[in-house]
């Protein structure tokens, strides 16, 4: 079974504070990693992709993939609560072009 | 202006009547994708299409149809079979390629009378 597993949260953290974000994943085959948000009522939007083992940095926001341990996160510094929302994290398999997407972390960004 | 495109943004359906959700895209993406979002819960894949004129079954495609008569639509019909329709639906596209990135339209909530 192909799963991508996330705490559901809600994660809160105060307002400047850095949010961090777990994801795990079962598939090894799994060979591209996003970060959608989606905020209550509306569509997920891409805020980040990640295809290599390492940090991708974005502004504020930083993605992290450790492959061995099929480990992917995301850390988003300084935090304002209009970062409160649902974080999905989601994987495509190698040589299929099915996107797996797991439950999502609710974040909330105390003021 | 390129982006994907859903409608309605409302869709009411009746016992025992077909409803079809419209899905546009002026990407140029080749594949696109249908899923279904309950509350609380993660994004279960309907049907996806990779190319015009074909299509594969999702997670969860019964009571449901597709077609891909052109690279930019892709249209999902709601059958009387889908029992429990009442979802957010959303569309989504992407390129074909080792970088590939899936994007997604503003959805469509249906409703239940």
């Known amino acids: 079974q192909k799963e991508v597993e996330q705490n559901s949260g809600p994660l809160s953290v105060p307002e400047g504070a850095i949010a961090s974000l777990n994801c795990t994943y079962s598939?090894?085959?799994?060979?591209?990693f996003f970060w959608y948000r989606q905020y209550s009522g509306k569509s997920p939007e891409l805020i980040m992709f990640?295809?290599?083992?390492g940090d991708k940095e974005d502004g504020r926001f930083t993605a992290q993939l450790n492959k061995a341990s099929q480990y992917v996160s995301l850390l988003i510094r300084d935090s304002q609560p209009s970062d409160s929302a649902t974080y999905l994290c989601?994987?495509?398999?190698?040589?299929?072009?099915?996107?797996?997407f797991g439950t999502g972390t609710r974040l909330k960004v105390l003021a | 202006d390129g982006g994907i495109t859903q409608s309605p943004k409302y869709l009411f359906r009746k016992e025992g009547q077909n409803v079809t959700l419209s899905c546009e895209q002026n990407l140029n993406h080749d594949a696109m994708y249908w899923y279904r979002q309950d509350p609380g819960q993660g994004l279960r894949l309907i049907y996806y299409?990779?190319?015009?004129?074909?299509?594969q079954k999702g997670d969860i495609a019964e009571g449901y149809s597709v077609s891909r008569e052109k690279k930019e639509s892709f249209p999902l019909t709601v059958t009387s079979a889908q029992k429990n329709p009442t979802a957010f639906y959303l569309c989504?596209?992407?390129?074909?390629?080792?970088?590939?990135?899936?994007?997604f339209g503003p959805g469509t909530r249906l409703l239940v009378l």
């Open positions: 989601a994987v495509n398999i190698r040589g299929t072009y099915k996107y797996i």
């Open positions: 299409s990779q190319i015009v004129n074909d299509f």
């Open positions: 989504a596209s992407s390129t074909i390629g080792p970088q590939e990135t899936q994007y």
């Open positions: 598939d090894r085959g799994s060979q591209s």
């Open positions: 990640i295809y290599s083992n």
